[in-house]
């Protein structure tokens, strides 16, 4: 079957560097997208990774090994409003998207 | 991006009874999604409707619980039908952003559906 394993929640602190990672099994790899969710509200596009490597997007890079199964994203210079759910999802061989359960990512001050 | 209007934003309903959402967008896109998100877990995708044919319905959700309708490239509908507690959740729509290949989707701000 396919699945993407991601941590649960998270607690990190204002200013600091935090990893989500995600490790995924699917039929197929057309790419690996993040998301961002706020409480009660849609999720919002953050990346997408189809090859090996790192992205950067100002405070927010997404890292992929496709050999590995394996993607994080790295947060920098964290503040308040980075409190959210962060999802993982993957693109298959037919094109259909396989999410993650999503990690919840608390920041202290 | 596309800009993705849904609506009702919220709704609670009685148990047996029937909500259509309204899912509306700016621009022609050729697939749009529907998914229900249950409180604390990930999104499910419910079907995929493309314009002019009949939806593609995920694993575990049927057209007679979940009619849908995509009578052109901007708009679609959602029909919960004789609801239960059990439906109670998010539900969003979503679409692609380009064509081709792998492109992000965007979602709608859902609808927050609560069956008493």
Redesign the interface.
């Known amino acids: 079957g396919q699945n993407i394993d991601q941590p649960t929640e998270m607690t990190a602190t204002e200013g600091a560097i935090v990893q989500i990672n995600c490790t995924y099994q699917t039929s197929g790899f057309?790419?690996l997208?993040w998301y961002q969710q706020h409480a009660?509200?849609?999720?919002?596009?953050l990346s997408?990774n189809?090859l090996d490597g790192l992205e950067e997007k100002g405070r927010f890079s997404s890292f992929l090994s496709r050999s590995k199964g394996y993607s994080y994203l790295l947060l920098k210079e964290l503040q308040m409003k980075d409190s959210a759910s962060y999802?993982c999802a993957v693109?298959d061989s037919n094109?259909?998207?396989i999410?993650?359960?999503?990690t919840k990512l608390i920041i202290k001050p | 991006s596309a800009v993705i209007s849904q609506k009702p934003s919220r709704d609670i309903c009685q148990r047996g009874t029937s909500l259509t959402i309204q899912c509306q967008v700016d621009s022609q896109v050729t697939m749009m999604f529907w998914y229900r998100q249950q409180p604390g877990q990930s999104l499910t995708l419910i079907a995929t409707a493309n314009q002019g044919s009949e939806a593609t319905y995920e694993s575990g959700f049927v057209i007679d619980k979940f009619p849908i309708s995509r009578p052109n490239l901007t708009f679609s509908t959602l029909t919960v039908s004789n609801m239960s507690p059990e439906d109670s959740s998010i539900y969003l729509c979503s679409v692609e952003d380009g064509t081709g290949g792998s492109q992000p989707q965007h979602f709608g701000d859902g609808t927050r559906l609560s069956i008493l």
């Open positions: 057309n790419g997208f009660g509200e849609a999720p919002t596009f997408y189809v999802l693109m094109y259909q998207l999410w993650g359960a999503g």
